[in-house]
């Protein structure tokens, strides 16, 4: 839980860690910790799991961690309650069996990264170099704003970010839950560049620049 330093009494269900070391695991339903060096050994949910450098682990409330070994770890977390993305947003609804059908209608997010697991995807989420500089960047503009709370509208810049980056993790994590879904490399070098870049200026000649092709095959190719 973070005080607000501008508003007496305001206490927001959020936490982080600079500098994570697992010894003291927070109570808020979505956890995400990013491993920026070294590497971390878990028993995670009864199976032995190796978290290394530029890898995200996103976990669930019902997920059970326990630290087997580590070495030379630098890692930073983030923790929220699902409240501080939406007041709507409560623990009970995001874990009900109909939140994806309701949370269409209402323009939540998905929360995937999260919630969902399958043979492909345990909670550990390798980062390819540009999508882990991005989460890094990302993941510090988000802990300067929690941490420094530098003017009264410090919660909405970091919400706002934090919206911004799980739309990209929630793409990123549906490549490994779903890999059949890009069936050409091209298709997902173009949209992880998106993805990335998605405040900036895009266009189709650009992208053909970028990635060395022509309108006629990117366009074939995203049919």
Request: with cysteine; net charge neutral; glycine share 4%.
């Amino acid at each position: 839980m973070i005080y607000c330093r501008h508003c007496s009494g305001r206490k927001l269900p959020i936490s982080y860690c600079l500098k994570e070391d697992f010894s003291t695991l927070p109570v808020y339903s979505m956890r995400m910790y990013f491993i920026t060096s070294g590497y971390i050994l878990l028993l995670l949910n009864g199976e032995r799991c190796y978290v290394g450098s530029n890898a995200l682990l996103c976990l669930q409330p019902s997920d059970t961690l326990h630290i087997l070994a580590q070495s030379q770890l630098k890692a930073q977390s983030l923790c929220f309650a699902p409240e501080f993305l939406n007041v709507s947003l409560k623990e009970a609804f995001v874990l009900s069996p109909d939140f994806d059908i309701q949370r269409r209608n209402m323009d939540y997010p998905r929360l995937n990264m999260f919630l969902n697991r399958n043979l492909y995807y345990n909670g550990v989420l390798p980062l390819l170099p540009q999508a882990s500089q991005y989460v890094h960047q990302s993941l510090m503009s988000i802990l300067y704003q929690l941490d420094k709370q530098p003017d009264p509208r410090w919660s909405c810049r970091a919400r706002a970010l934090l919206f911004r980056l799980l739309d990209m993790i929630e793409f990123e994590s549906n490549r490994l839950m779903n890999p059949d879904s890009i069936h050409h490399p091209l298709v997902g070098e173009v949209l992880e560049y998106i993805h990335l870049h998605i405040g900036e200026e895009l266009s189709v000649p650009l992208l053909c620049k970028l990635f060395h092709t022509n309108h006629t095959t990117l366009n074939q190719k995203f049919r």
